[in-house]
């Protein structure tokens, strides 16, 4: 009898009672970004459990049992034993150490549990750091140009990405050769299956502070495809990091037998570090993908909740055939892609909430994907346009906070019975396109596309805020209404009591885009609406033509530390700070903006405008 077998049908951990663990009722250290900007998400009250299966990649034991005196060591070792139907068991890894995955899929564990004994991995231990699963491993360099410091590295036929003491290396194009392509240190580029890295002065590839990714995703949770019911998965406290594609992916290697996919939770984990920076490869490049197996086979009871995503070349959370999701408290950093969520594919009745992305369409040397907020594209199973709008159909978005993106804050390609409602965009040019002068780096309020009929969406209560850019005149865009001529039933959404503030002096050109053309004018853009129901009464910053709002009729102020500010990861800074009491009718700023952190709600239910972030309490 395995282990496996053994432990299912009753068989006690071999242990003594001294090593019985016990976890404190708190957010542990680890989890910085859980206590500095959530309230309500901790993994130690409730998901963390003692493990029946222990697994220490430090572990110098003679034995590899899986016990708490000799846990299991190896990737190969836990693949094998922690496979099919795991129902009941915990698998714990150990805080502060590294697991080092090597082939295309990362560690990759298909699996089950059952809707009454789910399976469940966590951190144990008492170290700071949370486990670490990452495909970064350290390879002997060969000193190419000594006049230069570069080095080289022979792959084979798959380009890496190179860090170094944790960090992303700028990539460079390839020109002619090594030294043309890499005028400056601490910069790395590819050619003909060889990577070629400059350091500093007397700095060696050698010295244990340089990595190569290698593998594919770091960690693939396969749902098992042999049982007809499967999932009941929860992955707790973990953190993976740099794959050449997505860190995290959670999806069946294919449909087998799978009727229900059920009862998915991902909470408390960080990812980072997946893509590799090149315009060739469209890889997924992001952080978290969770994938059901076709449109009508979705991941029902899907939970993603107070994750962290960082420096990932797409998404920092990207979904596709799920019905019911609830996203909420997530934050992410960092990310080329959308920093909120990217619905893809067939999702349905999900709920977006109480996330914060921030800095988004930046990251990249030589490529960069959306650059957005939140985008539910409006895609079928084999990724082709849904001409009936009937796949995507009822999301909510509520109580989102998106910063510093660099094209659009919330797109909607089309579906049906779609909320956008008290969300707060803040636009900052010189931090997303410091030197861009075209509409194309400009960053949208709003868009919408596809071909759904007037009415599929619903985006009302919502804050647009562009700060004003060093160089005065540049094009900002409002809203977007994409497919051309009114009344062609273009995705025109119904909406009201937005705001849309900007503070520079005029724009170079349209501040509204619709009819192919746009509309520089806040009242032609409302008349023009009107049998859309959109917009009659929302407001416009006095700077636009036909607006009158100002900085003191909003009523709050916007202080110079913006949220994130590449000066600390997790710990928010003041980003609106509300400071009168009306705003032209509309209801008054009274508990708007309170943080998680002091047990309040993001916003007060009743609250018409926006998700502003108050101060941090």
Known sequence: ?????????????????????????????????????????????????EPTIFFDPSSTATKSLGTFEFPYKTQSEIESVVRGNMAGEVLGFKRGTKLRVTGDLGLNLSVHGVATNPFLICPYGDAEELPVITSASVVNWTLYDPDKNIWSYFTGSKEQVIWRDGNRTPKMKFRSNARDSLSLPNRYTFDAGTLYLRLDSGESANDGHTEITSSNFSFFLSLDHTVTDTGNLTVCGLNIRNARHSTFLCTARSPGVITNIDNIHVVGCQFSGGGIDNTVDNFGYNGLVIYGVSDAIRIRELYIAGCYSEDNLNNAYELAGTSGALVEKNLSYNCAGHSVIELWKSNDNCTVRYNWGDFSGVNGTLNHKAGGGIWLNNFDFNDKRDPTNTLNTNCTFVFNLITRCKWYGIHLSGGSGHVVQHNTFYADIDATAPDATDAFNQPIGWRTSGTAVAGFADISNNLFYWKAPKITKRRITMLALMNGELGNENSIPTGNKNIYYYEAEGSRESNFMYNKMGQANFLIYKSEMAPYALDQNSICSSRIIGGTLTESTLGFIVPTKLPGGGNHRYEPANAFTPSAAATMGLKTLTSIGTTYYDGNVYANSSATIGAFRGRYQ
Do not use: E
Not at 15 to 39: E, H, M, Q, Y
Not at 42 to 47: A, F, K
């Open 1 to 49: 009898m395995d282990r496996r077998t053994f432990l299912l049908q009753g068989g006690a951990i071999v242990s003594s009672a001294a090593t019985t663990l016990a976890f404190p009722n708190i957010v542990r250290a680890g989890l910085d970004w859980l206590n500095s900007t959530r309230n309500g998400i901790d993994i130690y009250r409730d998901y963390v459990r």
